[in-house]
């Protein structure tokens, strides 16, 4: 997988505001949040691209990247009143960074459809 800033933020090369990490699993407080709570969610292994997985072989580690994000919105206090998660994947999904990661977006009600 390419170098990106996200594998500098797993190795600890960069400062990030980690509120969860498990040997699989990172998750951080993205730099430029779109709602009160913003948390990008990342399997530390080399994933670029949601076309990449593999749903039986991956399947573990996408289970327990829900299980993250579920944890997370608890801990963040946004359970409740509910939240939305997004995977942005390639050009027109809006992937900037090509490294696999899961947005949690809570705090305020969300519109549909995104832009
Ligand atoms: P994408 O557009 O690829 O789905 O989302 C990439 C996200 O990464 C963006 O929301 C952007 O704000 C965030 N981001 C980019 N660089 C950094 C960084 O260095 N640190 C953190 N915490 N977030 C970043």
Known sequence: MAETIFSKIIRKEI?????FESDTILAFRDINPQAPVH???????SIAYTTE???????????ALFDAANQIAKEQGIDKNGFR????????GG?????LHMHLLG???MKWPPG
């Open 85 to 92: 998660l997004v995977i942005n994947c390639g050009d027109n």
């Open 15 to 19: 400062p990030a505001d980690i509120v």
């Open 95 to 99: 992937q900037e960074v090509p490294h």
């Open 53 to 63: 997985i593999d749903g039986k072989k991956d399947a573990i580690l996408l289970g």
């Open 107 to 109: 705090g305020r009600k």
């Open 39 to 45: 948390i990008l969610i990342i399997p530390k292994q």
